[in-house]
């Protein structure tokens, strides 16, 4: 092999070829390296020293800030007391307290759980429960998932199949049984509406033509992200959850949300179905679940679902699925710890109090070169910026770059500008993003 990569002072003592980094472009990344080192409230610093303005909540992950003392002690507590316990046929407390408080802060009826370790997993999980549950009534015929254009589910090959995401998907190969939705994306109708937009409920009558085309007795599940935050921050039009959700209900076909960034207050209620009053079957979480501390994830499930499968005599296992860390002590002291800050420091609602100061900001960007919409909700925000003829996704790319130089983590996905930042922001860190990004913008040709 040749060439190892150029690297600056900082990591000149470590090489950068070994660790293959997911979701980068490792040449790009390794011939001018973006280290961070330390981080704590609201700011990264990197090995420079240099201090970064979180505007991503690192990724999705981190809503109450970072360097969260009472969460650093309960996992180093717990890790301390019993490091690791199995959660097959044997139990240990922490799991079963974790699932009870996250039933009491979910949509009403969702108060089963079933941990996993990550969002992917949680996707995974959430789509073999509607087909075992499908198959336990005698309905086993119910097989095809459908998923979105443009979703984003994680990466095991159930979420890359109801993914709809081209990248993720053409390399590999996909579920047989599985179709999508469109997309709800529409500049066209919808540029710079502010929160929700008005156009574009009826995309979800596409679901009346899916059922035409396969039948409502071969269709297990339909699964969305309420709001799509990788493809970009996609929000759903006024009504479309809505109708989702009565013409799932009409043919029986089990509704996921795919909660993995809008879950624990990001979009101002605990979860975005109780902020736009859509009670799925089935939801996945991750990411805020333990304040990106430790790897976690979730399933929670209205309990009809499981109690389909407990009709066997009672030493059957009635579910055949699980990993070894479902519920591991650790990860489950770390989220107990991180839903405690969020109750006392009511962030599952800050979200909703900020919103329109957010929203009055992210909108003064408006006019700037190249900006083509602007999309927020929460505490969301999306900058779409015209991409460049014959180079799509430079544009973003060197937005980000220049932003992380200037003391600024905001995400790029091709030309989207993604903003997320930690729920505990204030006015002034509100002012810093937008000034940073809006320079940055006005900057970059
Ligand atoms: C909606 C959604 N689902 C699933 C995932 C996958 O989560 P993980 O990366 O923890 O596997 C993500 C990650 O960003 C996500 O945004």
């Known amino acids: 092999m040749n060439s190892p990569s150029r690297k600056p002072s900082a990591e000149s003592a470590t090489r950068l070829d070994s660790f293959w980094m997911p979701f980068t472009a490792n040449r790009q990344f390794k011939g001018r390296p973006r280290m961070l080192q330390s981080a704590e409230g609201m700011f990264y610093t990197d090995t420079e020293g240099r201090q970064v303005l979180d505007g991503t909540a690192g990724l999705w992950c981190c809503n109450a800030g970072h360097g969260r003392r009472e969460i650093a002690e309960a996992v180093s507590r717990q890790i301390s007391q019993m490091d690791f316990a199995p959660t097959f046929q044997m139990g240990h407390p922490l799991p079963f307290e974790l699932a009870e408080q996250l039933a009491g802060i979910a949509p009403p009826g969702l108060n089963r759980v079933f941990f996993t370790n990550s969002g992917s997993e949680a996707v995974d999980t959430a789509l073999k429960i509607a087909l ?179 009709s066997g005599p009672e030493q059957q296992i009635e579910f055949f699925h699980g990993y070894t860390y479902s519920g591991h002590p650790v990860a489950a002291a770390a989220a107990l710890a991180t839903l405690e800050i969020y109750r006392s420091e009511q962030l599952l609602t800050r979200a909703a109090d900020l919103e329109e100061d957010w929203q009055t900001l992210l909108h003064s960007l408006a006019g700037l070169p190249n900006v083509v919409d602007i999309r927020n909700t929460g505490l969301v925000g999306a900058v779409h910026l015209a991409s460049r003829e014959n180079s799509p996704g430079s544009r973003g790319y060197e937005v980000f770059e220049r932003c992380f130089r200037e003391g600024l983590l905001v995400r790029c996905t091709g030309d989207i500008i993604a903003l997320s930042p930690p729920l505990i922001i204030e006015p002034g860190h509100m002012d810093r993003i937008i000034d940073t990004l809006g320079s940055v913008i006005q900057r970059t040709a």
Not at 224 to 231: H, I, K, Q, T
Not at 236 to 251: A, D, F, K, M, S
Not at 296 to 309: E, I, T
């Open 132 to 310: 075992a549950y499908h198959r336990a009534r005698g309905e086993g015929s119910r097989r095809l998932l459908i998923g979105r254009e443009l979703a984003y589910h994680g990466v095991g090959f159930g979420g890359i199949s109801v993914g709809g995401i081209a990248n993720n998907r053409r390399a590999y190969t996909t579920l047989p049984n599985v179709d999508h939705l469109p997309h709800t994306l529409d500049l066209e109708r919808n540029a710079f509406t502010r929160g929700l937009p008005v156009n574009g409920a009826e995309q979800a009558d596409h679901l009346e033509r899916l059922v035409n085309l396969h039948g409502a007795e071969n269709i297990a599940a339909v699964i969305v992200e309420p709001l799509s935050g990788s493809a970009g921050v996609i929000l759903p039009p006024v009504g479309y959850l809505q109708r989702l959700r009565e013409i799932t209900r009409r043919h029986g076909i089990v509704l996921i949300f795919d909660e993995v960034i809008t879950g624990f207050g990001r979009v101002g209620a605990p979860f975005a179905a109780q902020r736009w009053e859509v009670v799925p079957d089935m939801l996945t979480a991750a990411k805020g679940l333990t304040n990106g501390a430790i790897p976690m994830g979730a399933v929670l499930l209205h309990s009809a679902l499981q109690d389909a499968l407990m």
